[in-house]
């Protein structure tokens, strides 16, 4: 490697944060050696089964020596127009559609594939999922938080990340401020992007997807989504997103230069997937039984749950730093997840994830 080659890695390096999850080592070392063991609710990484159509489906579609097309199998982008009319869009299908290789690549490459750069800006919520900021300095652009885009000024906005039910709070946003925000954009000639990937995870509000506030028209407005969650594929690394069908092109012509493409075997699970509900409603089930015992634990511990009305997270605080709570639950042996991760106004909550199993869950509130 040359020295300029070496140079130019090293100062992309340099750009980006530290990996949050790295910093959370002591922690976790603490937590684990609890006598009754780790009870690990910081990352929302499924516990439960593959559901069994769908390991079928990956393996009869094995023997898959040729590559895959990056735009999906015709199968594939029929299952995802399918699910997108009957959950995102009722009533229209002039979207287009594109699988993904899960959906953290598609929010950390989206910018650059959609050629923003220095002297754009992008908007994320003040209170986020990292690799929404990490997309922005890959792409060289600028990094907004804010909440409000009435409190935007003139800078040049090339895109606005939304993401409803929130990662990491669990908030859902109204339809009205989802209607807002899209006429705000294409006021600015912004592109929307809308985080859907726990839209499948309402408990006490109904989220909607972005699309379905659009009335037909879905100009620079795309929505992010994942079987991670709602299929427990996050092991398949699958995904999908959808929206405005010119966006689409664009970024399908990207990244068919990139070789980004989802493995033949993985696209027909997502079919299988996606053609099936009925363990979605199972695995709704658990996480809702879990996150009622989870709740109701850490409010007699005295924590305060806020937002968390939807998705796989509880938002908790006790009205500390939240690194002085993480040790408190290490001590415990529960590892959660510091709200300083998801921006400083996260900085007093702490992100418990749903993602445990029945047993681990029942130690963690009798801990607790």
Known sequence: MTGSAFGARRALA?????FPW????????????????LVDVSIGT????????????????????????????????????EWVARWCAPGSDAFGVLPTIGSKELVAWLPTLL???????????????????????????????????????PERVGMVWVNSPSNPTGKV?????????????RERGAIVVSDECYLPLPWDAQPVSILSVCDGVFDNVLAVHSLSKRSNLAGYRAGFVAGDPALIDEVLAARKHAGMIVPAPVQAAMVAALGDEAHVDEQRERYARRRT????????????????EAG????????????????????RGILAAPGAFYGPEGAHHVRVAL????????SAATRL
């Open 115 to 153: 050629g923003l750069g220095a002297g754009d800006t992008v908007v994320i919520p003040q209170v986020c999922y990292p690799t929404y900021e990490v997309g922005v300095l890959l792409a060289g652009a600028r990094v907004r938080r804010a909440d409000s885009l009435t409190a935007i000024g």
């Open 293 to 308: 015992v989870l709740r109701a634990a850490l409010e007699r511990a005295g924590f305060t749950i806020e937002h968390s």
């Open 173 to 185: 946003l109204p339809e009205a401020h989802l209607r807002k925000v899209v006429a705000w954009a």
């Open 14 to 18: 340099a750009g980006l944060p530290d």
């Open 312 to 331: 796989l997270y509880l938002w908790a605080t006790r009205g500390e730093d939240s690194w002085k709570t993480v040790d408190w639950l290490a001590e």
């Open 22 to 37: 790295d910093r959370l080592e002591p922690a976790k070392a603490t937590a684990a050696r609890h006598p009754d063991g």
């Open 355 to 362: 993602t445990a199993t029945d047993e681990r869950i029942a």
């Open 46 to 81: 499924p516990v439960d089964p593959v559901p069994a159509l769908v390991r079928a489906a990956l393996a009869d579609a094995s023997d898959a020596p040729g590559y895959p097309l990056t735009a999906g199998t015709p199968q594939l982008r029929t299952a995802i127009r």
